[in-house]
């Protein structure tokens, strides 16, 4: 049994929310269900909102406790590649994260980093639960590419969904609506593209109800299928979210 949860973008208190109203009873800092369910995080678990550091413990002590499946978002590969020492822009949220990380004395700051490295490195792109019946992934996957081994164009896929390279008139990268094309039987899961409600369509759910932009922080139950949402504290930025036809 699987709740899988929406992109959180650090926003700890709708994280919190949620958990309790599925469910979950906070114990030593972390959500833990009586009925042994297990939380499943599409990615980008830090950047923009207040709370990613505090994410960031809760999200690798629960992978580590094997009470927690996570797979990494855009975000997430970033962050990772910041904290590695790779050149790049501290921008679009990562800013955020990186404010947390220097007001740290440098043992706590090595200590979430390292956490972090670790729960990054250790997870996989890709999800398959349920004996291949559910499928997890940040941004989407082709049904061709469910089984193949991992290729720069699926790890793009999984990160970042079907993009054309192009703005769209917010200036935002343009996103295909990949569900569309999608009729395979396994049930894609994912987020990355916010959306102002959970966004059923051909098997799969787009769960990223935009949380850090004053929309909702999502959760789907399975193999109940139901979905949870909670709303925002944040501030609604409504040019942030998509629109596609379902």
Sequence with gaps: MYDVIGDVHGCLREFVRLTEELGYQWQQHVPVHPDERTLVFVGDITDRGPNSLDMIRIVAKLVIQKKALYVPGNHCNKLYRFLIGRNVQITHGLETTVQELNELPIPKRSEVSEAFIELYK????ILQLDH???????????????????TRQI????LYGD????????GLPER??????YHGDPLIVYGHTPVIKPYWKNRTLNLDTGCVFGGMLSALR?????????????????????????
């Design 163 to 170: 993009i054309t390279g192009q703005k769209d008139e917010h």
């Design 132 to 150: 291949q019946k559910l499928v997890v992934c940040h941004a989407g996957i082709r049904e061709q590419d469910i089984n193949k081994p991992i």
């Design 155 to 158: 790890k793009t896929f999984a």
């Design 122 to 125: 250790q997870a996989p792109l």
């Design 176 to 181: 295909r609506d990949w569900a569309k094309y």
């Design 222 to 246: 399975y193999p109940e299928m139901e979905v949870i949402s909670i709303p925002s504290s944040m501030p609604l930025v409504s040019e942030r979210f998509r629109s596609f036809q379902a």
